[in-house]
């Protein structure tokens, strides 16, 4: 499953187009069916249902928002299914603001939704140089794997925030959470999509240090600030 994800993160970018031919609810459960891993607590309904302007079927994740490690893990759970999907030729955009009835689901909170829809294969990246990112030296400090370092940089976020900064000492790697780029997000509403972000990159850190045969324990410590330590067994 880690060589499939890893084999998009050069390729992913959010699709706000879709094919003509339409996505139901029943096929892509059928896409989601064959992901290897724990995709916590979610709900595939028609786009219709929803607010969201664009796409077929929205993906509703759920958690629990008085927990905000529930949005941290929202967005490395999620990360890993965009990246599985797109490779299925599932386009995938990150619907941040969009609205559902369903409020709640299991007991749990409606946190994000994403919106899918059949994907155009040719609009995929073809190179580095198409991303918008922070230059690799501002976001991590330290020595360390260069292509590591140039995976994580791909990294997506909300308004292109980029909340993040790696600090690697030995056998260490710290992530911390930061405030990022200034963006159109504001007070609770950038902290929010913040957490989700910080997820995301955790995801794309791990499925890179997987790819590049690093072994690894970690250890979180919360939604803000220092947010996890790694310990690399085979620096």
Not at 3 to 28: A, G, N, P, Q
Not at 91 to 112: A, L
Not at 162 to 187: C, L
Request: glycine content about 8%.
């Amino acid at each position: 499953m880690n060589e499939i994800l890893y084999s998009m993160i050069h390729k992913r970018r959010s699709f706000r187009k879709f094919l003509d031919e339409k996505l139901t609810v029943e096929k892509c459960m059928e896409v989601i069916s064959g992901f290897d891993g724990d995709l916590g607590t979610f709900k595939v309904v028609e786009r219709s249902s929803t607010s969201c302007p664009i796409g077929d079927v929205c993906l509703l994740y759920y958690g629990d928002k008085s927990n905000p490690m529930d949005l941290v893990d929202a967005g490395y759970k999620l990360e890993n299914l965009d990246l599985y999907l797109q490779a299925n030729a599932i386009g995938v955009c990150w619907y941040g603001f969009g609205r559902t009835k369903e409020r709640s689901y299991e007991g749990k909170d409606f946190i994000i939704m994403l919106t899918l829809g059949y994907l155009d294969k040719t609009k995929l990246r073809k190179s580095d140089d198409e991303f918008t990112r922070n230059p690799a030296s501002s976001i991590w400090e330290g020595e360390f794997n260069q292509t590591v370092i140039n995976d994580v940089r791909l990294t997506p976020s909300a308004c292109n925030s980029q909340p993040w900064k790696v600090i690697s000492e030995g056998n260490a790697i710290r992530v911390y959470r930061t405030d990022g780029n200034k963006s159109i997000m504001v007070g609770r509403f950038k902290e929010y999509f913040n957490s989700i972000d910080i997820g995301i990159f955790l995801a794309f850190l791990e499925i890179s240090l997987n790819a590049n045969n690093y072994t690894f324990s970690k250890e979180m410590y919360g939604n803000c600030g220092l947010i996890a330590k790694y310990f690399i067994k085979n620096v």
